[in-house]
């Protein structure tokens, strides 16, 4: 059983800056990827940043450049340092361990409750 529990959203004004937090517990090793996704009111999840056991790490084209992630594996915790934020990025922001399924890297069944990142203009 993992448990993802994310922290750190807020409302902030556009141009400002947020760091989530996602500490995972359970039984998952720390070498597993580790992802953050959001979901905006009506939309559906996306994945936002990637980042892998040795911090190779991926973006979404609509954070690169504003966005970074990163992880402690002695902690189990993962980060998004949010900057330059926009409208746009306002959604419920989640982590999740990244497994592999013989084809593909994708994030476990279950999700922890979400932090709330709201973007005034």
């Known amino acids: 059983q993992v448990q993802l529990v994310e922290s750190g959203g807020g409302l902030v004004q556009a141009g400002g800056s947020l760091r989530l937090s996602c500490v995972v517990s359970?039984?998952?090793?720390?070498?597993?990827?580790m992802a953050w996704y959001r979901q905006a009111p009506g939309k559906q999840r996306e994945l936002v940043a990637s980042?892998?056991?040795?911090?190779?790490?991926d973006y979404a084209d609509s954070v690169k450049g504003r966005f970074i992630i990163s992880r402690d594996n002695a902690k189990n915790t993962v980060y998004l340092q949010m900057n330059s934020l926009k409208p746009d990025d306002t959604a419920v922001y989640y982590c999740n361990v990244l497994v592999h399924n013989g084809a593909r890297w994708s994030p476990l069944p279950s999700w922890g409750q979400g932090t709330q990142v709201t973007i005034s203009s």
């Open positions: 359970g039984s998952i090793s720390s070498i597993n990827p």
């Open positions: 980042i892998n056991r040795v911090g190779t790490t």
